[in-house]
């Protein structure tokens, strides 16, 4: 086992962090910018290095300053969190060269995944669904038509150019193909001065799905369940949770071995998350994998009580993972709520001191935060302040300690996300577990 | 009400043992209070709130320090001024006096030194960054001892401007 | 309000027991309060710094103010003064104006009572608790309606000494 | 279900009670002294009723009033949470009258097992042991004699109108008897003007074992294991724990089955405790029955995963048990300790303002407490001011994950209990499991 971990990041997750590495028995390195000088992180590591200016480029993002503190502190390894170098392959690469454990898997695994043509490609070779689609370009509509007919409607097109919801249109029927196709085209013309366009199979109220896994570099690979992640805005998670309530035990079980077979084809070693789209007919689709621990980890800790961050630090100390696919259970459900310094209906960030602060507590609530009364949330970084993650008997129980203990969450000083989740929490929709990843866009155009 | 009148109306509310004193009269607003002990004592006692003291207060005592930019972990004294030019490392590493082992040191305290003199090393990955003085003057301290590990922005050199 | 009328009006409030004072006069506001800013402008500031707002803010006001000691949730003002009485419910319970439905009630406010005269009934676990003046005076206000219901602490009427 | 409960408590408990009401859609009453207007039980409550001045007697333990309030407020049960009226049969019984149903046991419950005497004997009637001793006044050293062979050795004897340890001599062997009996017949005469002794079976190292149970109106019952409480000072719990480390499954099997026996026996309604004494060898005796809930509850909770106070106020509620006994299962192992305003070594009493906080959180952290930054603790009451609970996959995990807590929980500005629990986790008899009763005892001559 490791010596030494420095934790290459701030806030809840460096704190996660260490707090495992105390659990484990680990000493720990905070680094830290100028700014983050009264952070937590900082107070409850073994040491503390200052790196650098504000600016994340300068600090948080700087390799060399990471490696520098790494060296003389002597810390045997890096644990990169979530966000920041997380999925920078180049990190992971260094680490390896200067002889310092890079806890999450190796460079090549997070290249490959990190490309989405290539991690598509290498997905659909190991037999996961990929959402089918035409090749980048597609030359004319007799050539859509007939791809369409292949992968069957409705299709979305896309100019190749195009992004943020512009120059896209849906086809629900054969008919329309040619017009709609022609209308595209001269739209991305226009307005990106680029007439190429593809096409994929549109997925209609999909949901979010995503499969925790854990592999250790003997190639064991088991998976943890899934967590749902539809209640998202501009693809920011907002609310998680574990179990999904659309899932059967048997969908589970095949998209699991699925995530599984995905993952082996690539020997991948640390933690990790395949991501699906799921449509409302259970056929479910690979759209990418995160090479990390992810902010949402919780919920899946809650409902199988095993600890992540332990479980990565230990695989990537070389330890064989110690439980069996048919040993992992599912207890009860869990939800997370991530607190953001932000406006809780333009979702504009809100940094500043916090005036007064109460965090929920008692039995079914954790809260991982790096907030105190009288903290001042910085403008540098990430807006997340808190997860707010609750486990109960079932769903409906969930939901309840969630009400209470949103009701128990008093930040004052800077406006936070916690009235848009009593929002949620109470929406007919999120309490039948009817909700796709337009949710959100659907409620605030009521 | 016109400045004469406020003149009187202070000097009133100074004689008297009013503590406060408001008057909002056609759009006009006035707002007299004595003393200000309110808010900095409110801020004096909310900064004792919120520093938990901390498991390795006595081994990294520089991120207990009020001032963010400096690191000032060393017991010297740093004497402050316009005179005075305090270098800071630039970057994380290991601090060092000499080119190498055996070298005589690029500074020692009391040597007068050049704009543009190199001052130190510091090596952050196998990297020897030369530190160099932006300023012509005295070497008053040294803050670092050979190849100790410095943080960014704390303070190596004390340099007295001349 | 000119400056003169103000400085009688300061003069009149410094020999006053009054701690504060408010007038709000055809668009004239005038706002003057006694001693110690600081600790109760601290006070209060903390009271909201660590009173996160609570759900039940509009039903039970009463546990939202300052005064310890009463629970002031009416508005009607409450002169102070070494000239007043405030009768303060001595328990929890429901408060009744007379002895019996249709009776008279015990007092009217304007009412002159001797010291020991029976003010009104607070009923607590079907017992009749008769709650009695301590004082001669006349009563100012009766800050508590009919049935409804007191807790501890509450004050109930406003009794000038005479 | 209940419409409305009033909960007659005030602190941690009473935040307790109002969180598993919100959770069943449940409607609350505070109660407070004047003193405790800005407590987080008045917060968090529905409505919010001052009751009386800051003593007790005038206000938490004053019948009238409570149920005055409850009254005008239409609540239709009282939760007395622990300590205070929780084992007054008087406001079981005039709840009764007032048609307000008392959340616990019924009055003639609470009436037996309140007399030590009068449980000791019923519980002797219903076949549980009880610690063999001698009647109440023991005549002669013959007569003593008697008895400790029929009890067998060692034993004690006691002073009737002794206490606090003075007038105690425990024997060893017959030879000792006749002489120690004489000597502490007349040091009973000389230091309490009364000769009169009595003898019981002295237990050797013992454990305070306790199982929890729960009992509904309809005659179902059953146990939910145990708790280790020996970490006692002056019979003051202050660390507790669950599953105990001296019990095998057979003996928690019997011991439980024993504990059914104990409540089946007197009809017992509620949650309860019935306490017990551990000797080495394996054999225990009935000590006493607490008839409410114990601030110990949560160790309880979360091994089992079952809500205590919930399932109190369903029972109350004439719901039916929905677990069976063979549904309690024990998942890992769960540490409390009580952090009290008190001064770590000499356990006085540290109230005062709090002018700082950090409240430890993370994976397996739970924490019970009503303090916030800047609440002044009161001289008035209880000195417990939180209560931190872990749960980890074994003891050694549950203990790591409480020594970091420790380390993350700062209360400035009074003194607290946090520093004598770091001293106790990292003891080697703690560690091992090997402490009994007297273990503060020890610590602190040595």
Known sequence: MFNKILIANRGEIALRVIRACKELGIKTVAIHSTADVNSLHVKFADEAVCIGPPESSKSYLHIPSIISAAEITGADAIHPGYGFL???PSLAEICQTCGIKFIGPTPENIRLMGNK????????????PIVPGSPERVESAVEAAVIAEKIGYPIILKASAGGGGRGMRIIRKKDDLIDTFNVVQSEASAA??????????????????EFQIMADEKGNIIHLGERDCSIQRRHQKLIEESPSPALTNKLRKEMGECAVKAVKSIHYQSVGTIEFLLDGD???YFIEMNTRIQVEHPVTEMVTGIDLIKEQIRIAAGEKLKI??????????????RINAEDPDKFIPSPGKITALNIPGGPGVRVDTAIYSEYTVLPYYDSLIAKLIVHGHDREDAIAKMNRALEEFHVEG?????????KVLSHKDFLKGEFYTDFIDRLNTK | MDIKELKRLVELFEKSNISELEIDEKGTKVRLRKGGVGPSEVSAHRHITHTPPTPHQATVTQTKI??????????????QGDNYVIVE?????????????GSDPYVKEGDVIEKGQVLCIVEAMKLMNEIESEVRGRIVSILIENAHSVEFGEPMFVIEKI
């Open chain 1, 117 to 128: 043509v290539k991690a598509k490609n290498a997905m659909k070779e190991a037999g996961v």
């Open chain 1, 282 to 284: 259970g056929k479910y």
């Open chain 2, 66 to 79: 009020e001032e963010v930019t400096a690191g000032i972990k060393h017991k010297k004294v740093i004497p």
């Open chain 1, 86 to 88: 997380s999925e920078n």
């Open chain 1, 192 to 209: 990106f001065a680029d007439p190429h366009i593809y096409m994929e199979k549109y997925i209609e109220r999909p949901r979010h799905i």
């Open chain 1, 414 to 422: 800077i406006k936070t996300t916690i009235t848009f989740h009593k």
């Open chain 2, 89 to 101: 490392s630039p970057m994380v590493g290991t601090f060092y006096k000499a080119s190498s082992e």
């Open chain 1, 324 to 337: 069996k696919q048919k040993e992992v259970n599912i207890f009860g459900h869990s939800i997370e709520c």
